[in-house]
């Protein structure tokens, strides 16, 4: 178990069953980095926020986890941002409770929507 003190369910460059295989929309690249100290994974669609990531907090550019979408588009839900300042660990969820739960319990600090992805089914 993470120091999140949540368990890893799944990562997100996993394929989700049941998507559609035409996408609704425009997708974007989800990109992926990686800080061997905090070994904290930052996810982002955002290449500046990657560079950043990059050139001042000692993560690791790994490319491109997987297609995305920035805005909502049909059949999307958002997939959640927070951030635990005392361990630099990011938690994803697609769920707002557990988003919540982290914030209220956990210390993390919510940081919006990253992206929207298909549900899994």
Do not use: W
Not at 69 to 87: D, E, Q
């Amino acid at each position: 178990m993470p120091s999140s003190g949540y368990p890893v369910q799944s990562r997100i460059s996993s394929a989700q069953t049941g998507a559609p295989q035409t996408p609704s929309g425009s997708t974007t690249a989800l990109l992926r980095m990686y800080n061997p100290v905090s070994r904290d994974h930052l996810y982002t669609t955002s290449a500046a926020e990657r560079d950043n990531a990059v050139a001042d907090f000692g993560y690791v550019d790994e490319g491109v986890a997987c297609q995305v979408f920035a805005t909502a588009s049909t059949g999307t839900i958002p997939l959640l941002r927070v951030y635990k300042p005392a361990t630099g660990d990011h938690f994803y969820t697609t769920a707002a409770a557990e988003r919540d739960n982290a914030v209220a319990t956990h210390g993390y600090v919510e940081e919006g929507v990253a992206c929207h992805v298909y549900p899994n089914k």
